[in-house]
Structures are given as structure tokens and as C-alpha cells.
């Protein structure tokens, strides 16, 4: 699924995909023919009418796939009307196989037409004398010339077709490659934002009609080693340097100077390099550097099944031919890398599938669940731009529910606001999983508000999940060198940690879980410290799960910090501390969030975490995905203590929203935030929820928030019930829909036992199409 969360992200995703999808679209070609030769004809027409070869053809302008090459070669002007955006007419890098073509047209499409008219225009053209030799024949640069440019140099075709899509100040002059193409979008955003989309559109469409004209293929000759001599020369000078380093042992240096050797290598493979496989990796087609390098110019070194170095140096190429031993080095990669690969598409590709499971019912259910909650931003977080205001900007002149936009942004800023609360799919109030308008904000895509029915659970599922995959295939073919460690959850593996919520993982940040003040800090004597508290009052006992009793003190706990770990700021001896507090960095438990603070603290951090994670693989999201997943993935709390008159007896677990309905019914009052110490919220207010105790920090928050007062009410204690995120599903009341899931045995046992009922016109697609008689009956996008 495609994404755009902001400009420069989206420059970076096109810049990627700008030739794979043209690619995948010739796979489509039998259907699409004549639509693509419209889009081809308009181009030619235009390029000729702006050339003044219009005066003939005007009126019958050709169409179907024939007419359309022949018409290209009449056009009188040489050119290999295959030319893609990022590659040979562009580059002038002469790749026709002409009889390839037609033949792959033929057996491969089961396209006669295509095929026949491939040959027609093979026979047309002049027969290129590169065709047996790639790597040395830029001859159609040269040829397809075609005028001179606006910036005054030669323009080719290619040229011609891209600066068209281009606003009218800006031109292509140089080779697209994945670099330039991200350079070019950047300075669209910056200087034309208002065109930005247009110009997006305009060249993922020549991308797409272009490419399907240039089947790219890799000949035995494109896989001869560039640069031999030079390669030599590296390959000698770091083998000498190898022995060096072993022979002192230091093994830091060691992988240092094998880094600094392996980026050498690939910067000489590339240089100068103009064949196909080099135009494949550098417009971002496929493959990448290190694959081409390791191919046909030497692997360097190798790593072995643990992915560590070994220091052996490879002097030739795969392609070459290496000896026994190194192709026995070389093996376990190889073999560890399939193993991998194979193992790691079906994680993510499971991931995504939970993901789906838990956010099917978010469909967006009508324009506004009227929540007074929402989200505090700064006006510079980006983040803000496409939401709706939950809160007035008097400074402004904005109202609740007014939109905000880039201009918006900039006025915030302008005026110096501090903070806005903004709507956001965390806090909104649709019934049943639902989701509406105006907390769900505008639509990235289209830059309209979601429509009633659409449903913004799977759209976002589809861009968390799709990812998911290009994190762990990116990773899998590369060679590692050490890094370093830190504490960042990053790609599948993090994001898996993060919802499954595992007991204990390496790097877990400590969280006190009593209120007192620290007494004494020591070293462990395993490695690490002890953080002695002294308890000062009594905390619920479901809180301390990792602090150990003091040995001979009363009310002492001891909690251990691992030395992988540092202590978090402004802990030392005298602090005072409370449950949910820092004690040391590390990586969130959103269990231990959960359990130590309230539900829209743990729902904040299930979104920030996610976020965070996507970010520290280098992808940038739009953050409200995230926001409706972490509802979703936190849907049930705990009844800790109701009162008589409630539905809910102590210890049940239930929905947010059925426990929101409830306590809603009991007697509520308005209480100022100072005097609200040790009551319990009776109306959601920012990320809190219904239920939370206003303790200190809680108060401390909602002042600084700016909140005055709340909606208090008494006697009534819940606590978040967070599940792994591949359980949440099953614990729904609509057992039909959690038949998608897995524990198919329980789920129905489940059922049976407690009497669930599924709602065949609510808001899940998997009970509608269970049942099918009446689906699509349902009204304002129910099923
Ligand atoms: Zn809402």
C-alpha cells in the first residue's frame, strides 16, 4: 500500500518505487494495452506539437499498441522510444534486445499484437550496433537528442518528457539516478509545495508507462569485473594491512580497516560504470551496491553464522571463480542468508496479519463521536498537519474541529502557541472500534477527510504491515560490520517486542513501582547496581512484579539495574521516587506501563514506541496509523473496585467502551484539578481515560496541560488489562470476526461457554461476509 506522510519522506518512497512499479505494470499489459498507448500517444502528440511535427498527424491521432510505434517511428527524430525515466534514452546507454523483447512479449505475455508490433519497430529502427557489447556504447545519447532545452543544453527525450512534469522554472539536466531523483523532489517540495503532488503523480505515471517499453535483462558480459587493476590494488594494500592488525590483535581496528576496504571496493565498482546491472542498483531498480560488488568484484570479507567477521580476504569475484576455501567461507553466508531470508518474510508477513485482525473494525462509522479528549503536540511537530483542533487557539482565532493545515502551522508558530491538543483516532469515541472523521483527520492520499464506511483500519494495517517486509528483506542480503549496540527497538523484531510484551528482553528499562525515596545506590556484585527505596506508602500490590525485599529491612525494596543500563537522570540517593518512574534508560514495557500508571498513558506510549520504531528503521509514518492501532491493541481494563449500583463486579475484565458506558451512569462532579488529588477521572480529559486516579503526577500533567478542571467520580478503581497483541482479538465480544484469528479451538469453546453474540451488521467485515446473506446491508458503514 503507498504511503506520503510529508514531503520529503514521500520523495524518498517515489524516488524507490518510481521504476518498480512501471516494472510491475508490464506484467498487467495484456489488459492495459490500449489505455497505456493513449497515455504514450498524448506524450508523443505533445513532444511533436511542441516540435512542429503536428501538422499531419493531428487528426488521427493512433491508438492501439501498433499504430502507437508506428507513429513513434515516423516521428522522424531518432530516439529508442523505450527510454524509462531512469534509464537509456535518459542515460544514453543503449540496451535494445529487440528479439528478446518480442519473443518475452510473445511466450512470457501471450501478447501477438505486442509482439508483432515490437518487431515491426525493431525492424523500423536503425539496428544498433551495441547490442553484443552494452558496456561500451552510450551511442543513443547522442541520437536522441532531440532539441535544445530550456536551460540551454541538449535535451534527449527522456529530458523532454520528465521536464514537462516539472513546474516551468526547474530542470532535468542530469542523470536520475535514486540520488538525484530524492534531490529533485526535495527541491519541488521546497520551492513549488502547491505542485509538489502533481509533479509526484506526473513522474511515477511516466515511470509506469515508460519503464514497461524496457524490460532491463543482465547479459554474462555485464557480470566482467570493472576496474580489474584497481581492484587488485585494494584487494593487495588491506591484505597487507589484514596481517598487521592480526598480528597486534586489535580486533576494533581490525573491522574498522575491513569496513573502510569494503566501501573502497564498492566505490570502485561503480566507477565510471555504465552497464546495465550498474544502472539497475543505481537508479534503485534492484539490488544494491554491495550484491553488485560481491558479484562481480569480490566480496571482501564474509561473515559466518553467528554474522561475525571473518578476517580472511576474498581477491576475486564470484563471478570469477574463487578457490576451495574461500567458496567454503563464503557458504555458510550464503546458506545462513537463505535460511534467513526464508525465515524472515513469514514473520513480518504474520505480523501484518495480526495487525489486520485487530483493526478490522475500524471503519470510520460518522463525522464526529463528539470527544472533548485529544493529543498535546507543539505546533513544529509535523505530525499535526492534515488533524482537526479538539481544543480553541484563541491566539489564532481557531475554533475546536478546525483543520490544520501547512498555513495553519505556520501561524501557530507565528503567534508563538505553545501546544495545541489536537483529535486523534487514540481518543475517539466511535462506537464499537469504530473511528470518525474527525479524529481520524485527513487522509494522506487524497488530502480529503475519510469517507463514512471507508475503513481506516485496514488502510492503516497496510501501512504498518507492508513495511514490515522491506525492513527485513533490506537487511538480509547486506553485509554486517559491527555497529555497536544501543537501546533502540528498530524493524520487525522491535515492533514484535514492543506489542507482544514479552516478561523480560535485554535492555528493559527498570520502572520504580512504590512510592518512597531512594536510600542507597551500590554496585551489584554481578555487574550493575542496586537501587535501595525505603517505602513511604502503601501501593496496590499487583504493582511490584521486579522490586526483591531488602535483606533485614522493613518496607525496603531493592530494585537491580543491569550494567548494560545507565541510571535515569536526577536518581540518586535522597529522591524521592513513585510507581511508573525512571530508573534507568532501556527500552518501554508497555506492561509495566500499564500495570504502574493508567490506560491513556500505556495507549501514549504504545503509539509513541511504534512510531519510534518505524523512525529509528528510517521510516517516518504518519502518526495517527499508529494512534488508532495502539486503541485498538489496548481495548480492555480491569474492575478493580465499583461500586454496588455497577454492572461490573471486581475482578472482571471488560471493554473500555462498555466500562466508559457504565461509569457514565454513576453520579459525577466537577472538581478543580488542584483538589482533585486521589479522585478518579468520570470523563476522559487529553489521553486520560475514564477511571484514572489523579495522583501527584497525573495532576502535575493536567496542569501543565492546561486543564482547569475535570469530571471526578468516586469509588471506582480500574486497571489497564494489556494483552499481547496476537491475543487481543480473541478476547472480543463478536466471536465470528475472532474466527479469523487463531486458537480457533478455544475461541469457539469460548463462545459456546459464555454466550457471545456476533452483530452481522456492525462494523466487522469478517461476521458480515461469515454469515453473507445480507452483507453490505448494513447503514453508515456498517456491514
Ligand atoms: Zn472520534
Redesign the pocket.
Known sequence: MLKKSNASDAAVYWANRLTRRGMRIFNHMGNNTADLADMVNSQIAAYRKENGQDKDDRKKAPIGTKQRLNALNKTGVEIDPRGSVTSPAMQGVNMPKPMEETNYAKETLGNEQMADALKNRANGLKKPKAVSSPLKTPTLLQASIVKQGAAGKPETFAEYLINHVLPSDMHVTTQLDKKQTEVLLIEVARKHPDQYDKVVSGLKRLGDTWSTYDPVTMGIEEISTPNKAKRDAIVRKYQAQLEKDLKKGDKQTMLTHLEAFQKELSRNDLDGSKDDASIMVSSALTGNKLQLMKLRTTPGVVTDNDDHIVPIIFPKSYAEGVDPIHFWLGAAESRKNIAVGQVNTAKPGEMSKIISNVLNSAIVS?R????MQGLAFPPRDDTIIGRYLARDVPECNLKRNDKITADVQQELLRKKVREIIV?S?Q????PDGS??????GMRNSTEKDYEIGDSAGLITSGNIGEPLTQMTLSAKHSTSLATGEDNKLRKEKGLRQLVEMPRNYPNRKVLCEVIGTIVNIRPAPQGGQIITIRQTRPVPERYIVFGTPTPHMEQHWDYYVSPSLKLAEGIKRGAEVYPGMELSNGVDNLQDIARLRNLGFTRSAAAENMYQVYKNTGQTMDRRHFELLSRAAHPYVRIVRAPASAAFVPGEVVTYEDFVQEAKKLPSMDVSVANALGKVLGEGVLDLTVGTEIDAQVQRYLTEHGVKTVKTVSRLEVAPETLPLSRVVNQRKDWISALNHRYLKNQLIDAATYGKKSNIHGYNPITAYAYGAEMRQGTDGTY
Not at 464526529?368 to 470527544?371: F, P
Not at 481518543?427 to 466511535?430: G, I, M, Q, V
Open positions: 460518522k464526529d463521536c463528539g470527544t483529535r483516532p481518543t475517539c469515541e466511535a473511528v470518525c472523521q474527525l479524529c481520524m
